[in-house]
């Protein structure tokens, strides 16, 4: 009897949460592995930084072959300190950026406010110490990260604001490795790795299976001991299409087919849509669209939406239910690159220890063979005849391991004299010499050169010595701009997320540049409504769209120090200059009572009539501080006998005024010489007003009066 065939089995369908939990989990083991030439090299480069694996050639540990033998084995770690000169020159050279209109609905005053509004988000959050973990994992492995979250201000408000937070751990963080763009817009998801300990797992996820959420064993096993692992799984979601309507406003005309009547209902519509893009067609516009893109008049085009969606996961099951993401443009991770290079379409990332680490090895070795050789030096062995040595044994072996006042031998016959000891080593000059080569290799791949190799003038400034000891951050700047890059993508999330989180009624705090705060009112009722004004105060749903610039040069402290070094070298050429340039000196000066003497010196500057070189603010500032000298910025009484000279030349004027009107009702016309007197009595006012007699200048009779006036 023939056996009837198996039916073949169908593969029990997953539920949404196991789809779910299998993508990420695909995900993180297919980017660890097209990401691995980048990942395996830089764990390498922080190992060696931290002092291990310096005796490592692949597979070999040659320090543990040098200690079976009792040989030295010792790392002579150098990597640390070009590390921190790198960072050094990053932190004098802090990238600042500046908030820009991009639309026509955008404005300066909300472009400042902007700027203000993130400084102090930066401040509440330290970036500052964010941003230098970014630019360490940078510099240390070639790729670092932070985040931009949304939270509430507090336990006992709606209010939400937003912030930054390091990702402690860069190798946390599996981008997909497939994005070209620097900033990961083209990338499909991104997933962020945590360990957290079970007593905490418990506690946060009650009624939760605790398993952890495994990747791929062969390449990276995240599992530790009393810990599991979750993962957060960041990915674009579709979210439906968008329209976008227009009709250009060059060229319109009435078409045949559209009647003038209709276009005097749509007249208010039109004026709405005319060269601007609307993400949803008018009512009144549905019946007439189809024949105004068919002649041209409109244009429309589709756009495919995505979202952006958080899920926190375990092994078995999602721990937290998805969050969407407030931006659907940016991601909440910011990526930060060290040096790149595209090889064939693959993105191979590095720091500055990557091309050093043969060198520091090389280094090793070559001083632990002088330190080898120096030590066996003591313990050249005696050449000596049995018949010396005969009775003293005991005493000749601890030779090399005490110290002793004298030793006792048996005079040989055969072997005259005294008992003697091989030649001392002496420290090998080519091993040496390889040592200092190594630091130069050193020095050379990373682009760090020690300021102390570098001759100084006596008497060159310190901005010029500045200047002459930044080499290492000139060849690393591609580093320094990858930097920049990224703190400018996260000032460009902030723009695009503060205008939606920020959306009540509120008063927030804002900072300038000298890192004053000032409290700014927004999406305020405008009590005082005018003609022309908006109904709310710094509206951010509708303040338009910005743009964002990022330089990169020495801090604002920094500047401040040297604009004070350029302004002291001026004055000290030329010393009358302090009386009117002293004041910006001490401004821009930080020790204790600069500003003190900055103000006294402002009144002494508005005793001697110097007042109009300050503005608004800085007499306001100067009058809150020294009330009393009010009274001297009140103007003059006028000087008499100049008093005399205009009314008498005034009077001159009103005779020659009176000739003139006589002699155009004689005559319909006006004597040259009327005209030229007339002016000639001007010209004589305003020497007067001016301080300077009438014709210093310029000789009224050179002046032509026309013919017939």
């Not at 406003?249 to 519509?269: C, H, P």
């Not at 952006?308 to 910011?334: F, T």
């Not at 090389?362 to 005849?385: C, G, H, I, K, Q």
């Not at 009702?665 to 007003?689: F, P």
């Amino acid at each position: 009897m023939a056996r009837k065939p198996k039916e073949p089995t169908e593969k029990p369908e997953l539920t949404r949460e196991e789809e779910l939990i299998s993508e990420a989990r695909k995900f993180v083991d297919d980017n660890l592995t097209l990401d691995s030439h980048n990942r395996v090299p830089a764990l390498d480069d922080l190992r060696m930084k931290v002092g291990e694996d310096h005796w490592k050639d692949g597979d070999v540990d040659f320090k543990k072959e040098r200690r079976d033998e009792g040989r030295p084995a010792i790392e002579f770690n150098r990597l640390p300190g070009l590390s921190s000169q790198v960072i050094g020159d990053l932190r004098e050279n802090l990238p600042s950026c500046q908030v820009h209109p991009a639309d026509s609905q955008a404005s300066i005053d909300f472009a400042t406010y902007y700027e203000g509004r993130i400084r102090q988000i930066e401040a509440d959050c330290n970036a500052d110490t964010i941003y230098d973990t970014g630019a360490q994992q940078v510099v240390d492995g070639g790729f670092g990260n932070w985040r931009v979250v949304t939270d509430y201000i507090h336990d006992d408000t709606f209010d939400q604001t937003a912030r930054l937070e390091p990702i402690e751990n860069q190798f946390a963080v599996i981008w997909d490795a497939l994005a070209q763009r620097w900033d990961k817009t083209d990338a499909r998801a991104v997933a962020v790795i945590a360990r957290i300990h079970k007593d905490r797992y418990k506690r946060e996820f009650k009624g939760k299976d605790p398993a952890s959420f495994e990747t791929d064993p062969g390449g990276n096993n995240w599992y530790l001991n009393d810990t599991y692992t979750v993962c957060e799984y960041i990915r674009k979601e579709p979210a439906g299409n968008k329209h976008l309507y227009q009709i250009p406003g060059a060229d319109i005309r009435i078409s045949d087919e559209v009647t003038a009547k209709e276009w005097v209902k749509l007249a208010v519509t039109f004026e709405y849509m005319l060269d601007m893009a609307v993400d949803s067609l008018p009512p009144e516009f549905k019946d007439v669209w189809p024949k105004l893109m068919e002649e041209g008049f409109a244009r429309e085009r589709t756009i495919k939406r995505t979202k952006i969606v958080r899920y926190l996961l375990s092994g078995h099951e999602i721990l937290e239910d998805a969050q969407e993401w407030v931006s659907d443009k940016y991601w909440p991770i910011v990526p930060v690159d060290g040096k790149i290079t595209n090889i064939d379409g693959e993105i191979w990332r590095k720091g500055v220890l990557r091309d050093a680490k043969g060198a520091q090895k090389a280094y090793n070795f070559a001083w632990n063979v002088n330190l080898e050789d120096l030590a066996l030096s003591p313990r050249m062995p005696y050449w000596l005849t049995p018949t010396q040595a005969k009775g003293h044994e005991k005493e000749l072996k601890k030779m090399n391991k005490s110290n002793r006042a004298y030793q006792l031998f048996n005079p040989d016959p055969q072997n005259p004299g005294v008992p003697q000891r091989t030649v001392r080593l002496q420290a090998s000059t080519a091993i040496s010499e390889i040592a200092m080569r190594a630091v130069d290799d050193m020095r050379a791949m990373t682009n760090v050169f020690d300021p102390s190799m570098m001759q100084l003038d006596p008497d060159i400034s310190g901005v010029a010595a500045r200047t002459r000891i930044s080499r290492s951050g000139v060849a690393n700047f591609e580093i320094v701009d990858n930097v920049a890059r990224s703190r400018g993508l996260t000032w460009r999330i902030l723009l695009d997320i503060l205008p939606k989180i920020e959306d009540t009624k509120r008063e927030v705090p804002t900072r300038d540049l000298n890192g004053a705060v000032k409290f700014e009112k927004i999406n305020w009722p405008n009590k005082e409504m005018k003609e022309g004004t908006d109904p709310v105060l710094k509206d951010l749903s509708k303040a338009g769209n910005y743009n964002v610039t990022v330089t990169v040069g020495p801090s604002y402290p920094t500047q401040r120090m040297e604009s004070v070094d350029v302004m002291t070298k001026i004055t000290q050429g030329i010393p009358e200059l302090w009386s009117v340039l002293g004041d910006e000196i001490l401004r821009n000066m930080d020790y204790p009572g600069a500003q003190k003497m900055r103000l006294r010196l402002m009144a002494s500057m508005v005793i001697r009539g110097q007042s109009w070189l300050f503005n608004e603010e800085e007499m306001k500032e100067l009058l809150s501080k020294y009330p009393q000298l009010e009274p001297k910025l009140q103007p003059p009484p006028p000087d008499p006998v100049m008093v005399a000279r205009l009314q008498k030349e005034w009077a001159q004027g009103v005779k020659f005024m009176a000739e003139a009107e006589k002699t155009v009702q004689e005559t319909g016309k006006l004597k040259t010489e009327t005209v030229q007197g007339l002016m000639a009595i001007i010209d004589r006012m305003n020497g007067i007003l001016s301080g300077a007699s009438a014709g210093q200048n310029e000789n009224p009779q050179q002046r032509k009066a026309p013919a017939n006036v």
